[in-house]
């Protein structure tokens, strides 16, 4: 981990922090930490930052509990099961504290791609990219009309509807490590999509997240494509 790499990870930790004392007190958010109160409440107040491993263990145990706890209570779900995570996905600011809970908390290497599918998944790609500090683009269902070369991705679904995915040629090199992610995952089909895209580009996958899991098959199906970590922050 560079410095800047440590930094942000640094700044993280305390936004985590600042997040969980919004309903807490300082006794409060020492007995789910396991850290000094007053150590709490300088970090909150910006006078000192946490070290590295302590920002470390703040982000990957406490940060993904309380980022999974918050998610949680922004999803809602109606009668039929449909999810409506608008909440979430256009909430910039929560989605920048989520990307270093994924960053630290998940197997993942680090990409020199993050990739998604437009359109609900792109602010979600976003903040992944700007913590890796690397690359982010998304798939379309249709083509931009200056670009040339594209890479294609077609599918049938279970419903008998052909969907297809465009995606620049430009947007992925040939050895790329790419982190394939999306705000939900139900059954896999769109993952899939994606994961095809990366094979025809002759890049390597980093990984498949989603912020929320409809169910289990959509995890299984990407996990019978990959070899690499598979995972989704909560479950519905």
Same mark, same amino acid.
Request: aromatic share 6%.
């Given at each position: 981990?560079?410095?800047?790499?440590?930094? !942000?990870l640094?700044?993280?930790?305390?936004?985590?922090?600042?997040?969980?004392?919004?309903?807490r007190t300082?006794?409060?958010?020492a007995?789910t930490?396991?850290?000094?109160a007053?150590?709490?409440?300088?970090?909150?107040?910006?006078?000192?930052l946490p070290?590295?491993?302590?920002?470390?263990?703040?982000?990957?145990?406490?940060?993904?509990?309380?980022?999974?706890d918050?998610?949680?209570?922004? =999803?809602?779900?109606?009668?039929?099961?449909?999810? $409506?995570?608008?909440?979430?996905?256009?909430? *910039?600011?929560f989605?920048?504290?989520?990307?270093?809970v994924? #960053?630290?908390?998940?197997? &993942?290497?680090?990409?020199?791609?993050?990739?998604? #599918?437009?359109?609900?998944?792109?602010?979600?790609?976003?903040?992944?990219?700007?913590?890796?500090?690397?690359?982010?683009?998304?798939? @379309? @269902?249709?083509?931009?009309?200056?670009?040339?070369?594209? =890479?294609?991705?077609r *599918?049938?679904? *279970?419903?008998? =509807?052909?969907?297809?995915y465009?995606?620049?040629?430009?947007?992925?090199?040939?050895?790329?490590?790419?982190l394939v992610?999306?705000?939900?995952?139900?059954?896999g089909?769109?993952?899939?999509?994606?994961?095809?895209?990366?094979?025809t580009?002759?890049?390597a996958?980093?990984?498949? &997240? #989603?912020?929320?899991?409809?169910g $289990? $098959?959509?995890?299984?199906?990407?996990?019978?494509?990959?070899?690499?970590?598979?995972? !989704?922050?909560t479950?519905?």
């Amino acid at each position: 981990m560079n410095r800047a790499e440590k930094a !942000a990870l640094q700044l993280r930790a305390v936004d985590v922090l600042r997040m969980l004392k919004e309903t807490r007190t300082y006794d409060e958010l020492a007995e789910t930490t396991g850290l000094p109160a007053g150590d709490l409440n300088r970090y909150v107040n910006g006078h000192v930052l946490p070290g590295t491993e302590r920002a470390r263990e703040v982000v990957e145990d406490v940060g993904r509990e309380a980022i999974a706890d918050e998610l949680d209570a922004r =999803i809602r779900v109606d009668d039929e099961g449909y999810v $409506d995570n608008s909440g979430t996905v256009f909430d *910039q600011s929560f989605l920048d504290l989520v990307a270093p809970v994924v #960053a630290n908390g998940f197997e &993942f290497n680090r990409p020199d791609v993050v990739l998604t #599918a437009a359109t609900d998944g792109i602010t979600l790609a976003a903040s992944l990219a700007s913590y890796y500090g690397t690359r982010c683009a998304y798939a @379309k @269902k249709s083509k931009e009309t200056a670009v040339e070369e594209f =890479i294609e991705a077609r *599918q049938r679904l *279970q419903s008998g =509807i052909e969907l297809t995915y465009y995606l620049p040629a430009s947007a992925v090199d040939a050895g790329d490590s790419v982190l394939v992610v999306d705000d939900l995952i139900r059954s896999g089909e769109t993952q899939e999509l994606l994961l095809d895209i990366v094979e025809t580009s002759e890049a390597a996958v980093a990984g498949v &997240f #989603a912020l929320i899991a409809a169910g $289990d $098959d959509g995890i299984e199906r990407a996990r019978e494509r990959t070899d690499a970590p598979v995972g !989704a922050l909560t479950t519905v």
